[in-house]
């Protein structure tokens, strides 16, 4: 929990920020997410898949990568914060890893798909609504999308094909956002996202006033 310092005999605990960041196959949002890894002053949440790991990818650092049984186990155990299926694919972010760390007053970042994204907005639980700062990359155009998934050359043709029909679709939900960073150029991007990190860490309501010394009677 940060503490921040006050002259008085109390001083501030500020509650834990959940970032949300969704954008598009092929907007950037991969390498702003491991740009942003690089200063860690929040957790990052890794979520299940079960899709292959790319080369190079790490088992729990990038996604902890799982077969459709153990996925659907992790479904009936209640574990998910939320899933989808995404590119054919079941992506799912791991509730008490979360939880537990924004109680603690820890930031985290998850990377979610606008669907994963909706079902957090509309989770009941106060600690999610509370700490929730959700952030939408709008990519350049289909175009330039289509050039860089093509360039990563990680995804077949029919894949690049149904992201590019995804990106399409995802790029009408930017309204649902708290915030929209219009993608420019990675250094750009990462400035932005900075820029919202340090706003949504100065809100008045994510502070409390706490006693600084128990006193017991
Ligand atoms: P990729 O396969 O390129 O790593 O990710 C594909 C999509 O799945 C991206 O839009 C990414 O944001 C989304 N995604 C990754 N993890 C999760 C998750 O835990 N839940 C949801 N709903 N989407 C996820």
Redesign the pocket.
Known sequence: MEQIPSNTRDHFQRSGILFVI????GAG??TLCTALRQKPDFVYSV???T?LPRPGEIEGEDYYFLSQEEFEKKITEDAFL???K??G?C???LKKPVTEQLQRGIDVL????T??AGAIRANQDPIIQHALADVFIMPPDLEELRRRLERRGTESAAEVELRLTNAAREMECWRDYRYTIISGSMEENIEKFRAVMRAERYQSRRFSLVPKFSTSH
Not at 22 to 25: F, G, K, L, T
Not at 110 to 113: E, F, H, L, Q
């Open positions: 969704s954008a598009p196959s949002k991969t979520s299940c898949t899709r939320e899933y989808a995404v590119h694919h992506y799912g972010t998850i990377d979610i798909d669907h994963g």
